[in-house]
């Protein structure tokens, strides 16, 4: 037990875990966690905001967390509010906030640098710097002018039976991330950051190549 340490005789994780305690101690509706793996490295973290879930889904506790680490929202959160200078700009679950995103506020919260602008025809087609691009089930409700985002993960080197989208463009810039690569492409003065696998080895910087985009990864945004 921890009742017979010192706070100074605890670790990080330790003093989190007799903080989390003592919290529900007196049963509480609802419990405030303000950014309560902030000053821990990134394994114990992960672990720890698993075992927060777990308690207070065993506990039938609810909980307001806050943080600015999204994967940490993400993997404790059964919905996320995002906020921008006090206003709400979207509260929905983790999966639905990553797959569409409201508005640009949300989508570069989250991280995402593909954001076009441009305009979408009748015909269901996406008109912007990136020449005219085939939207699937877009809104019905925006035409004239949006914003395209083009999620990271939706890009394939090899042409899949299922990407009907594909850009050529120079690779400006590829970098190692451990379990992916982070490759910049230059389409017509726009860049577009893609993650690839680590096998096989991306394209080199300088070298010209064709991308095929998953449509699902296409959303578009009405700001």
């Known amino acids: 037990g921890f009742e017979d340490r010192k706070i100074d005789e605890l670790s990080g994780g330790e003093r989190q875990r007799v903080a989390l305690a003592r919290s529900l101690a007196p049963g509480p509706q609802l419990l405030l966690l303000d950014e309560p793996l902030g000053s821990l490295d990134r394994i114990l973290r992960d672990r720890l905001a698993g075992e927060i879930r777990t308690i207070l889904k065993n506990l039938g506790v609810t909980a307001v967390f806050v943080t600015h680490d999204q994967a940490e929202a993400f993997s404790v959160a059964d919905k996320v509010a ?36 441009g305009c979408l025809d009748g015909d269901a087609l996406f008109h912007s710097a990136l020449g005219k691009l085939p939207i699937d089930h877009p809104d019905e409700t925006i035409r004239e002018k949006t ?40 389409v017509n003065t726009i860049q577009l950051v893609f993650d690839f696998p680590i096998d096989p080895v991306p394209p080199q910087v300088g070298q010209q190549i064709d991308i095929h985009l998953c449509s699902s990864a296409l959303v578009l945004i009405n700001d």
Not at 89 to 108: C, G, H, K, M
Not at 156 to 184: K, P, W
């Open 82 to 117: 995002i906020l921008n200078n006090g206003i709400l700009q979207q509260f929905d679950t983790p999966e639905n906030l990553y797959r569409v995103p409201q508005n640009s506020t949300v989508a570069r919260f989250l991280g995402f640098h593909n954001l076009i602008e």
């Open 147 to 186: 914003t395209l985002l083009i999620r990271p993960e939706g890009a394939a080197l090899d042409r899949q039976t299922n990407h009907r989208v594909h850009l050529a463009g120079i690779v400006s810039d590829c970098r190692f991330q451990g379990a992916s690569y982070m490759l910049t492409l230059t």
